[in-house]
């Protein structure tokens, strides 16, 4: 079945650390984002690709860095620059117009 | 800038009614509007796609309406089973661009047996 693949599914970051989360789909869609959830808040864009080999921030980017090096993967970067990462993070994809598929999310605590 | 409103406050409702999720809009005029289901710790799934120059769409035991004039949608669960509790999300796009939605912070319906 095609899909987008969250992981891992839980994260802990020590202070001073980057943490990489990975997104991989098999949907052959162009388009992948990656969002952050708060409790009680909507989804914030952080980072959008639309082709491989470039992507464009979002609303929140700071702190936060992606690569686009294969269709299939985008994966996402918390660096110790962001100093609230604690949230449920979810990575999507698509294509022209159509409706966003979600990964099941990576929920990021500190340590 | 564009903004849009989904109900915080849970909707509580007994089985077997119709739900009803409200999603309001402001300074903008999206080309087309979806919803989609989130439960708690999974991403959400998408459930219906309404453009602007479509009243309503209907899917199984859901519907969904779309009133330009009155900047606003809404999502109506009918028969409604505790299987649907859930927290329903709703996002908008506007044409031409890239497309990014616009995410509503989603409202929580809870059915009760």
């Known amino acids: 079945d095609g899909g987008i693949t969250q992981s891992p599914k839980y994260l802990f970051r020590k202070e001073g650390q980057n943490v990489t989360l990975s997104c991989e789909q098999n949907l052959n869609h162009d388009a992948m984002y990656w969002y952050r959830q708060d409790p009680g808040q909507g989804l914030r864009l952080i980072y959008y690709?639309?082709?491989?080999?470039?992507?464009q921030k979002g609303d929140i980017a700071e702190g936060y860095s992606v690569s686009r090096e294969k269709k299939e993967s985008f994966p996402l970067t918390v660096t110790s620059a962001q100093k609230n990462p604690t949230a449920f993070y979810l990575c999507?994809?698509?294509?022209?117009?159509?409706?966003?598929?979600f990964g099941d999310g990576t929920r990021l605590s500190i340590l | 800038s564009q903004k849009i409103e989904q109900n915080s406050e849970a909707l509580n409702i007994q089985e077997g009614k119709t739900a009803t999720l409200t999603c309001n809009y402001t300074n903008y005029s999206p080309a087309y509007l979806q919803w989609y289901r989130q439960d708690p710790g999974r991403g959400p799934v998408f459930l219906l796609l309404i453009r602007e120059n479509e009243k309503e769409k209907r899917k199984e035991r859901l519907k969904v309406t779309f009133d330009t004039t009155l900047k606003q949608s809404l999502f109506h669960i009918t028969a409604s089973q505790p299987a649907d509790s859930a927290t329903y999300l709703c996002?908008?796009?506007?044409?031409?661009?890239?497309?990014?939605?616009?995410f509503g912070r989603g409202t929580s319906l809870i059915v009760h047996p």
């Open positions: 999507a994809s698509t294509t022209a117009t159509a409706p966003q598929h």
């Open positions: 690709s639309q082709i491989v080999n470039d992507f």
């Open positions: 996002a908008t796009h506007v044409s031409g661009g890239s497309y990014i939605p616009t």
